[in-house]
């Protein structure tokens, strides 16, 4: 791993891409936007799911309206972040802080996707068990909290670890 | 002008509140991950807003109806943005003052980018017709998105005006 890093790191296209100061900053903009798109639209469902959020409008409806833009969010921060790490990708991986950053993130996705295979469920019959609203409310809670404890990540990596 | 701004500054920086984030090791991080998930609420909800206005993505709910969907959180998440802003501002505001970039970010672009959103949230039942956006709506939506990618530019600027 730490081999292709160096490869990745020396790449010509990483860095042209890396000493290029618009690119850097087109990319900067884009994992920022992306990034707010991202958890904005998933907090949203995640707070109709628990009950705080549009409660005139069903799960669905909501998710209906912002899942497409947590998609769109995580791929502009996928593409932008790929990018942002290959500039410097020997330091992001040896550093510890990034790992953990990777792995809440990864954790958060896979708590999206599960908020996105409960909403229809909520809707889908007239009276939903109580136990299926507790578990919806706590994989929700738990969405919303991942998606925090990654915006904390992000922002430690340069505080602790001092790349990026 | 700069001088009675740095009088405040230099007030608010020695501000018991100013004094603990910048001296406590928890409470600088915890400031800044306010400041992001309320900027995270925020703009998510105004991007996913004008992007409908655009009539991009799902058109199952109309302009209007997404965005009394998502009144209450996106105020709220300004409010939580602008109280962690507020902070970080707090604990290092002589160094914020006279710096250009943030001067464009706060003095102008937040300020115009925040009224064009009540605007935006006022009229964009009279920009509706069924689920269709006017012209004029749509132009509203896109100025919208311009205005926030251009907060973000200042914003990611201000280190690079950084004296210290």
């Known amino acids: 791993m730490l081999l ?6 020396k790449n010509p296209w990483i860095v042209a891409i890396d000493s290029s100061v618009v690119i850097s900053l087109i990319l900067e903009i884009l994992h920022y936007s992306g990034f707010f798109l991202l958890v904005g639209s998933t907090a949203i469902v995640d707070l109709r799911v628990m009950g705080v959020a549009a409660r005139y ?3 669905t409806e909501v998710a209906h309206q912002l899942f497409p833009w947590m998609w769109t969010g995580l791929g502009m921060v996928l593409f932008s972040g790929f990018f942002m790490f290959a500039g410097d990708a020997v330091d ?17 996705i896979v708590f999206g996707v599960l908020v996105s295979w409960i909403v229809p469920r909520l809707d889908r019959v007239p009276v939903v068990p109580l ?17 925090i404890g990654s915006i904390y990540a992000s922002l430690e990596v340069p505080a602790q670890c001092g790349v990026g | 002008m700069l001088n009675s701004f740095m009088a405040i500054a230099k007030w608010l920086q020695n501000t018991w509140w100013a004094l603990y984030i910048s001296g406590s090791t928890w409470a600088y991080p915890f400031v800044q991950l306010t400041h992001f998930t309320g900027l995270s609420l925020w703009v998510g909800t105004n991007l996913s807003l004008d992007l409908r206005l655009l009539g991009i993505g799902s058109k199952r709910q109309t302009a209007s109806q997404l965005s009394a969907a998502l009144f209450a959180w996106n105020w709220i998440g300004l409010c939580i943005a602008v109280l962690g802003g507020f902070m970080l501002f707090s604990s290092a505001a002589t160094k914020y003052v006279p710096n250009p970039a943030f001067e464009i970010k706060l003095g102008i ?6 009224l064009w959103h009540v605007l935006v949230q006022w009229h964009a039942r009279k920009w509706e017709k069924g ?10 939506g896109l100025v919208e998105i311009l205005l ?5 530019i200042a914003a990611v600027s201000i280190p690079n005006y950084d004296a210290h």
């Open chain 2, 109 to 114: 672009l937040v300020p115009v980018a925040v």
């Open chain 2, 131 to 140: 689920h269709r956006v006017s012209a004029f709506g749509k132009t509203i």
């Open chain 1, 92 to 108: 992001f991986y040896l550093a510890d802080c990034f790992h953990t950053k990777i792995k809440i993130v990864l954790l958060a």
């Open chain 1, 131 to 147: 136990w299926f609203k507790i578990v919806a409310f706590l994989v929700a809670l738990l969405s919303l909290g991942l998606w």
């Open chain 1, 4 to 9: 292709f890093c160096e490869w990745l790191q």
């Open chain 1, 57 to 59: 409008r069903t799960p």
């Open chain 2, 148 to 152: 926030w990618f251009s907060v973000i």
